[in-house]
């Protein structure tokens, strides 16, 4: 696995230690990657929304063809 070398500030420090202390996690590693999942995740959430969007559009366009309305006129 590749080793990465981070400073963080205090309070970060802090709390990245209180997870461990918590018996929520056994070591900063493990807190980092859960983070780092959870962004992921979020992330990959975020873009399949966007995805779902787009395809909603391309599908009302087909079914109803597109708009009249001016960009001025859209609200």
């Not at 493990?30 to 975020?46: G, M, T």
Request: hydrophobic share 30%; charged share 40%.
């Amino acid at each position: 696995m590749p080793r990465q070398s981070i400073s963080l500030t205090d309070p970060n420090a802090e709390w990245l230690k209180s997870q461990i202390d918590n018996k929520e996690f056994t070591s900063v590693t493990d807190v980092i990657n859960d983070l780092i999942r959870q962004a992921r995740r979020k992330e990959e959430e975020r873009l399949d929304k966007i995805r779902d969007l787009l395809i909603e559009a391309e599908d009302s366009v087909k079914t109803r063809g597109y708009s009249s309305s001016k960009p001025g006129d859209i609200r």
